[in-house]
């Protein structure tokens, strides 16, 4: 048996991931997460096979998700399934050590194969979106991009200085930086430029 663990916000979602999963014979959910932090507290006491992951959580994207899993070198081989069809997306994906990269609006009997592929040591992406991850490179630096997705929120430079522990000085350089980066007005056009190449 391929043993899955499914993190997905959306109640109606998960709920239909783990049904379309589990009328395959070989395949079983062995959890299903609400939010980034509950999807790695499974990852470490089940040891799933594979991880099937959205991006946009709570308390832990997806991609972040992807990264801890990789760092606490857990036996877990992670899957995106999303409906961000962005280069930028699918290469940060990559970077964090995901194995797949799955639109949600791929067809049901793809979900399936997709996770036997992976659990057997391959990768399964998108042909178009992988030839567009590289063909406009991410410009923003980890701390840039971080300081721009918390800005983005609507958090002022105060509120994010003091959750980072850094000066407001050093927030506005960050934003200063990305904002230029970006060709941005300011930081919330900054931001929505981000967002839209899967920057952020």
């Known amino acids: 048996m391929i043993r ?4 997905e916000d959306q109640s109606m979602v998960l709920g239909a991931l783990a049904a379309l999963l589990e009328i395959e014979g070989d395949l079983e959910v062995v959890g ?3 939010d980034g932090e509950e999807a790695l507290a499974m990852c470490r006491e089940q040891r799933p096979d594979v991880l099937l992951t959205d991006i946009e959580m709570p308390r832990r994207t997806g991609l972040e998700l992807a990264s801890a899993v990789k760092q606490e070198k857990l036996p877990t081989r992670v899957i995106i399934l999303t409906t961000f069809a962005r280069g ?3 290469r940060r994906a990559l970077e964090a050590g995901a194995s797949g990269y799955l639109l949600k609006d791929s067809p049901a009997e ?3 194969n997709a996770v036997r592929r992976v659990k ?3 990768r399964v992406i998108d042909p178009e979106l992988a030839a567009e991850a590289w063909s406009e ?3 923003l630096t980890d701390r840039e991009r971080q300081v721009l997705r918390m800005a983005g929120e609507g958090q002022s430079s105060a509120d994010i200085a003091s959750t980072l522990h850094l000066s407001e000085g050093t927030v506005r350089n960050y934003l200063s930086e990305a904002i230029s980066k970006l060709g941005a007005a300011n930081r919330v056009e900054a931001a929505r430029i981000a967002r839209d190449k899967g920057w952020l």
């Open 4 to 7: 899955v663990v499914i993190a």
């Open 32 to 34: 299903r997460a609400r």
């Open 88 to 90: 930028g997306y699918l």
């Open 110 to 112: 793809h979900l399936a």
């Open 120 to 122: 057997a040591g391959g």
């Open 137 to 139: 490179p991410d410009p």
